[in-house]
């Protein structure tokens, strides 16, 4: 189909789905619990299949991975909003604005969501916002990532058995049919992915005034302070950059610390890759790059690293090749020196290379962190108290973790999402029902309707007391 043909029939579907929302009413608490329950179904009923797919996809990437971040995880949010969802449902209460009078905000189903989402972990990035948008009583369409075709494609034939498509529908398509897909009328759109295409994504939505939920990424740092324990936060953010080989949204994108510390965090990033990945390229645990464009991307970073001076310490098991392009698989990198004018400092990497920065004051570190783009998440290590909460509160981003990388994903009673150039809006647990409803002021009148009155005229009276009123409060 041409573009104008992919518009009418996604317009079409819309529509339809906008249709039946409205003739049906707003769904019951066993409505959404039930499509809750058959997303969690579906996921655990196939999911050696959909690990299976996005193996394929990959080229490989290990099963666990796809089990723990995509499928338990997905199951997890599901099974949350169950439990919660006639608590969440039940209306605010608010202070009497008058004597006899109610105040209360009601929180109602959108309509009809539409939900783009990525290549880096294809079944979370779609279910997790399921799980708000059911529990808020909404439909969705989803258009998942083209660069995970055969999950994709899986996706669709599976939520075609669960759902009717009035209820849940997936679109499948290129970057063409995304661009159409952006453009569609909803009444919310969450979008997952990058920067670049989230400023595209939040032009078209306007268009139609659809309001945009944006996770987006960015350079998320890890500020080494002082008195952090070396060892611990090499482990510890190796742990989360050697993660699906670094392909995440809220991966460490660069590290700063003490410049008396660099050698020691080397040697002990060099001793966790070793003792975790005793191999790497016949190793069914590390992941490879999704695609040679992406794989390509890394390498072009890494030699302009090179070529600009800075020192590139690969991690690779002695007698591996650091890369491998048949594979796509390219061991965890250490980039030592990086420039600012370096490609690895101006990009999002989203792989397993990591930039070393040292300083020789710690407010140093918060001044380059506050001179950059706001980021996804903001990693600090140190265990002074004061010195944490100093950090919390010097520092913007969307997340922040203390002592520790990457672990707020997966507690969904905090909202999870970027603010700035790093996305907009958060989801997960009750912030995704919130996310994904409408908070409608109710108030109701007092019998005698006295706050009524008041607007009536003549005001002559009237005025005389606002004005004693405000002389009292001068």
């Known amino acids: 189909m041409n573009t104008s043909d992919i518009s009418a029939a996604l317009n079409a579907k819309v529509a339809r789905m906008k249709q039946a929302h409205l003739a049906d009413g707003p769904a019951s608490a066993e409505l959404r619990r039930d499509r809750l329950q058959r997303a969690a179904e579906l996921l655990i009923t196939h999911h050696d299949e959909l690990a299976d797919a996005i193996s394929a996809d990959y080229g490989h990437r290990s099963p666990y991975q796809s089990l723990l971040a995509d499928v338990l995880s997905s199951v997890a949010a599901l099974r949350h909003a169950s439990e919660h969802l006639e608590t969440w449902m039940q209306p605010d209460e608010q202070d009497a604005p008058g004597p006899g009078m109610q105040a209360r905000v009601q929180y109602q189903p ?4 539409g939900i783009i989402s990525p290549w880096n972990f294809p079944i979370n990035l779609a279910f997790s916002p399921l799980a708000g948008v059911f529990s808020a009583g909404n439909r969705a369409l989803l258009k998942p990532s083209e660069l995970t075709p ?15 498509p009035l209820e849940l529908e997936v679109v499948l398509g290129d970057a063409e049919t995304g661009q159409a897909f952006s453009a569609l009328p909803f009444d919310h759109l969450i979008f997952t992915g990058s920067t670049a295409v989230g400023r595209h994504v939040m032009r078209a939505a306007a268009e139609n005034l659809v309001p945009v939920t944006l996770e987006l990424g960015g350079k998320s740092p890890v500020f080494i302070d002082t008195d952090a324990d070396i060892a611990t936060a090499a482990a510890r953010v190796l742990t989360g950059k050697t993660f699906n080989a670094g392909q995440i949204c809220i991966a460490p994108d660069y590290v700063l610390l003490p410049e008396t510390a660099r050698d020691a965090f080397v040697e002990h990033a060099r001793t966790f890759v070793a ?4 191999t790497l390229h016949d190793n069914p645990d590390y992941t490879s790059i999704v695609s040679d464009r992406h794989y390509r991307r890394l390498i072009g970073l890494l030699d302009d690293a090179r070529a600009r001076g800075a020192s590139v310490v690969g991690l690779e098991p002695a007698g591996e090749p650091h890369t491998d392009a048949r594979t796509r698989k390219l061991a965890p990198t250490l980039v030592l020196n990086p420039q600012e004018d370096m490609q690895v400092m101006q990009e999002e990497i989203f792989g397993p290379v990591l930039p070393v920065l040292t300083y020789h004051d710690p407010q140093q570190a918060l001044d380059y962190i506050n001179a950059h783009p706001r980021p996804l998440a903001a990693y600090y290590f140190g265990n002074d108290p004061a010195k944490q909460q100093a950090f919390l509160e010097s520092t913007t981003s969307g997340a922040a973790v203390i002592n520790d990388v990457m672990t707020h994903a997966m507690v969904e009673s905090v909202p999870f999402g970027g603010v700035g150039p790093s996305g907009i809006g958060a989801y997960h647990g009750i912030h995704g029902f919130r996310r994904f409803s409408h908070a409608k002021a109710v108030v109701v009148q007092s019998a005698d309707g006295a706050s009524n009155l008041r607007l009536r005229a003549p005001y002559a009276d009237a005025l005389a007391q606002a004005r004693a009123l405000l002389a009292g409060k001068a």
């Open 110 to 113: 959108l309509g009809v969501v």
């Open 275 to 278: 003792r975790t990945f005793p």
């Open 150 to 164: 055969r999950t994709s494609e899986l996706l669709a034939q599976l939520v075609a058995r669960y759902f009717d």
